[in-house]
């Protein structure tokens, strides 16, 4: 069975789970009420509504809720080989457990991805209504938007490999569950320290701080450092991913 056949196969699982309503709760939730808090300020006058909005959006899905729901889509996910002893069923066949776990993490960053796909859709629907309803003629910067997305999904990836890591270690559901949420509790602290760069938890958190700050403070350049910070969140990434390919399935083996 080549890698392609088993991707089948683990979306196959995960295919009539809850999965897909989470990942469009977050996004409308966040989306929604931060365009609408936020669009009550608006005059045809004001400039930069699209930055306005999508920091005040964006501040608090980053640090929070995007996070939140990618760590209940490790336990569905997870889930779906501990019921009715699945994983077991798995390991019986000729199938390598690194591969079954590099698998499941494809699935989980295929989430993330349609997660930043709905919330872009969703801040395009809402900023459209908002600007309009404002009588604002600001054109709509689409590239900043794709390019701020993509920042959120890049900077998510070793956050998510983390997170796989701690719900492939533990057996108890409620304790990885438990875990991780901790860990992500204190990121908004943890970012504003020169600490930030080794927590993967704030990264994305971090990624929209940066564009608050390149929004308030004008012409002084961008906050946001590639390096080092890309090297660090690429040793975390893969060592995260390692841990969780080589810990796959070992207790019930």
Known sequence: MNFIDLLKIEFKKVKRSKIVPLIFTAPLLVVISGVANLSSYFTPEYTNPWSAMFIQSALLYAYYLLPFSMIVVCVMIAG????????????????????????????????????????????????VIAVRGAGITEALPLFYLVKWCAGLFLTMLPCIAVMWAITVMFDKTLLSLG???????????????????????????????????????????????????????????????????????KREI
């Open 80 to 127: 779906r080989e501990t019921q009715n002893n699945g994983i077991l069923k798995m390991l019986a066949l000729p199938v390598s457990r690194y591969a079954l776990s590099l698998a499941k993490f494809f699935v989980l960053a295929f989430y993330l991805f349609m997660e930043m796909v709905v919330f872009l859709i969703v801040f395009l629907i809402s900023g």
């Open 179 to 249: 875990l991780n949420l901790f860990l992500v509790i204190p990121g908004v602290l943890i970012a504003s320290t020169p600490f930030w760069i080794v927590y993967p938890y704030c990264y994305s958190g971090y990624l929209v701080s940066c564009s608050l700050h390149d929004f308030t403070a004008e012409g002084s350049g961008t906050a946001f450092s590639v390096f080092p910070f890309l090297p660090c969140a690429i040793v975390v990434f893969i060592l995260a991913l390692l841990l969780a390919v080589r810990k796959f399935g």
